[in-house]
């Protein structure tokens, strides 16, 4: 069967409550009908509103984050419990500035997708290289080590259900975007990492997304090859744009 494609907007630290309210508002009608699955990743205090203004729409709402324990004296963190039970249905994790301001390791991120996985959240884990790696040649290298540091002892099952976006760390928010090619390669690596760890099958489930500076204008481009399943929009998910992307075709 072939991979429906999903379209995931991550609002990263924008728009207050009232702000998401009007912005849905507007781009209910621009995604309707949408043939791709679409997601907005908003900021926590934007989970309630974005929640109750998406209803009855095919929009779903996703966290950017969360605690990989149950509850405790983690101030200023959010659970996976909470997540759910407010009704997310996606969480997007190991994001690079997550990895870089925040000092997330792959051991973290490996606690991070179990929780999820329990709670039933669909993670869309985020894997890249900077610019530097990928001069010296070693991108495909450090992104299979990502991939198989933060699967560790995660079943086929629930990897055939996850989502997994490659992210270029020196073209997100940079205007720069990989050409179709080279975001081509490193997401059929990311498959074929997969299928090394697991099987085919799982493999062919997995959907894996293309983020760094998406938009309008190469997301057709980006989003007709093999092995990109969509996009994780960063700056254009803050647009009625966004609604373009989503209809892409």
Request: hydrophobic share 40%.
């Amino acid at each position: 069967m072939p991979r429906k494609k999903i379209v995931a907007g991550n609002w990263k630290m924008n728009m207050t409550p009232a702000e998401t309210v009007a912005f849905v508002s507007k781009l209910r009608p621009l995604v309707d009908d949408a043939d791709a699955d679409v997601v907005l990743c908003v900021p926590a205090i934007d989970i309630v509103p974005a929640l109750t203004s998406t209803r009855g729409t095919c929009i779903e709402i996703g966290a950017q984050n969360m605690h990989y324990e149950e509850n405790g004296a983690y101030t200023g963190e959010i659970s996976a419990g909470m997540l759910s039970e407010a009704g997310v249905k996606y969480v997007i994790l190991g994001h690079s500035e997550r990895r870089e301001y925040f000092h997330e390791t792959d051991e973290e991120l490996n606690k991070k997708l179990k929780k999820a996985f329990e709670h039933g959240l669909t993670p869309i884990l985020c894997c890249g290289e900077t610019l530097e790696q990928r001069n010296k040649g070693i991108t495909l290298d450090w992104i299979r080590m990502q991939i198989k540091s933060d699967l560790f002892g995660i079943s086929d099952a629930d990897v055939a259900e996850m989502i997994i976006a490659y992210e270029p760390i020196w073209a997100i928010g940079t205007g720069m975007t990989a050409t179709s090619d080279q975001a081509e390669e490193v997401c059929k690596a990311i498959r074929e990492c997969i299928a090394e760890i697991y099987d085919d099958y799982t493999a062919e489930c997995v959907r894996i997304l293309y983020g760094g500076s998406v938009n309008a204008g190469n997301a057709a481009e980006l989003f007709a090859q093999p092995d990109i399943d969509g996009g994780l929009v960063g700056g254009a998910s803050l647009k009625p744009e966004f609604g373009k992307i989503v209809r892409y075709k």
